[in-house]
């Protein structure tokens, strides 16, 4: 049972352009989202956060959209820069006791086109 | 960049021999994972602690057992390791599991059983 699903495995975005990195989550327990980033030979780095009570956070030029409604969020990166080409995951945590293990996504492969 | 080193970091060994893998931080933080990645299954929960001798399984604990004797390690071990458990695998820590449980990742074990 995959409660957190990142459908597109690969995006390609033009350098400046906007990226939108979709994941779809099942468990409507969950009451934080978090965004990591990998590159290759790398541990996974902690990206930006979103609580379920909000439906928006940012920080610089990465924002995340949360639609409680439609179990949806989004990552959207402006402007993109070639730095950004790496592996997203979205992750889900239920916050109690208990309960201590974050559940990621598959992953989408992020590429910024010069 | 938080304190955590994993050890080897690239390792290829035999079918049916065991395996120690080990994650150390210095960040004195309480919780910590071991987590493998595939292409395809994005990153996977093997096992998880939440204390000097206090362990959990994940959701792919099935071959694999930990231990954790001291609050900066904590040990995965194959014991007898298989082909299908080449992959890569990842050691993250977290300082609390309440709020948003930002957990922080070492730079992975590449692990091929042949």
């Known amino acids: 049972d995959q409660q957190v699903k990142q459908n597109s495995p690969s995006l390609s975005v033009q350098e400046g352009r906007i990226s939108i990195l979709n994941c779809d989550y099942t468990n409507s327990m969950f009451d934080y989202f978090l965004w990591y980033k990998k590159y290759p030979a790398e541990g996974p780095t902690f990206l930006i956060s979103?609580?379920?009570?909000?439906d928006k956070n940012e920080d610089g030029r990465f924002t995340v959209f949360l639609n409680k409604s439609a179990k949806h969020l989004s990552l959207h990166i402006v402007p993109s820069q070639p730095g950004d080409s790496a592996v997203y995951f979205c992750?889900?945590?239920?916050?109690?006791?208990?309960?201590?293990?974050?559940?990621f996504g598959t992953g989408t492969r992020l590429t910024i086109i010069p | 960049d938080a304190g955590i080193t994993q050890s080897p970091r690239h390792k290829v060994t035999e079918t049916g021999t065991p395996v120690t893998l080990r994650c150390h931080q210095t960040e004195n933080h309480r919780y910590m994972y071991w987590y493998r990645q595939d292409p395809g299954h994005g990153l996977r929960l093997i096992h998880y602690s939440y204390g000097v001798k206090d362990t959990d399984k994940g959701e792919v604990s099935d071959g694999y057992s930990v231990s954790r004797s001291k609050t900066e390690d904590f040990l995965l071990t194959l014991e007898s390791a298989t082909s299908s458990q080449t992959s890569v695998y990842f050691c993250?820590?977290?300082?609390?599991?309440?709020?948003?449980?930002?957990?922080?990742f070492g730079p992975g074990t590449r692990l091929t059983v042949t």
């Open positions: 979103i609580s379920s009570i909000k």
């Open positions: 993250a820590i977290s300082e609390s599991a309440s709020g948003r449980n930002e957990q922080y």
């Open positions: 992750a889900g945590f239920i916050s109690n006791f208990g309960n201590e293990k974050l559940t």
